[in-house]
């Protein structure tokens, strides 16, 4: 997935193994996710990514689709990515779901000797600092965030004073350069409404897996 040079790259195993859990309510999975975690996989140089499907997220007001349809889905789009899997972690809680408990989750799970790193979009940045103990979450774990077409470069002088100088400048080193695959599932949700056929948005099986069950009133 990575190429040959990125290969080559991941052969030394002196650094701390990385593990990329990438939250979300995935409602559908797109390929715009799949295009950023991808590329984020192979820059980390990580050895494995974990979706984190949201059992509801206290950010968003709108109910997700059942969380089995959307593990189902995650599974289908990344049936060829050996280096991918799925939780339902989240799922399995009561909700919201936040983030911090999903990193202690897994530093149990891992234990200390994995760099946990939590992925984002640069849209998640509007509201951060209002994050279940941000502080907390931002000592247990790298958040990663990536670049998402349509909003700013991701920029964090505007946290001096809510979070610590350190943890400001960790948010800044640890930021992706990800291409701009301008997709959101919103726009998607809508399109199968209409009876469109978003074929260039989302993986051909989910596509199917949307048809089959009858998700998001798509009749196409
Ligand atoms: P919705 O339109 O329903 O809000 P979404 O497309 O933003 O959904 P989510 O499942 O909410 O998708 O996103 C999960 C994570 O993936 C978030 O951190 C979000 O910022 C990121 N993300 C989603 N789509 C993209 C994209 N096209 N490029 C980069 N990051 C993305």
Same mark, same amino acid.
């Given at each position: 997935m990575c190429g040959f040079n990125s290969f080559l790259l991941r052969l030394p195993v002196l650094k701390k193994a990385k593990t990329i859990l990438f939250g979300g309510s995935? #409602?559908?999975?797109?390929n715009g996710h799949l295009r950023v975690a991808r590329d984020v996989f192979c820059q980390l140089n990580a050895g494995q990514l974990i979706f984190v499907p949201v059992r509801r997220s206290p950010h968003k007001t709108d109910s997700p689709v059942d969380g089995k349809h959307r593990v189902q889905m995650i599974r289908q789009a990344t049936q060829? #990515?050996?280096?991918f899997s799925v939780s339902e972690c989240e799922l399995n809680r009561p909700a919201p779901s936040y983030t911090l408990d999903t990193i202690n989750f897994f530093r149990e799970q891992l234990g200390e000797g994995t760099d946990l790193h939590w992925l984002i979009g640069a849209d998640q940045l509007n509201d951060f600092d209002k994050w279940y103990k941000v502080s907390e979450l931002l000592d247990a774990c790298r958040v990663t965030v990536m670049y998402r077409a349509g909003y700013p470069k991701p920029e964090f002088n505007r946290f001096m004073g809510v979070l610590r100088a350190d943890q400001v400048e960790k948010l800044a080193r640890d930021v992706v350069q990800t291409p701009l695959i301008d997709i959101s599932s919103t726009q998607i949700r809508l399109e199968l409404a209409n009876g469109q056929f978003p074929s260039d948005l989302l993986p051909q099986a989910v596509i199917e897996y949307i048809r089959l069950h009858n998700l998001y009133g798509f009749t196409g």
């Open positions: 995935f #409602d559908p999975i797109h060829n #990515d050996p280096s």
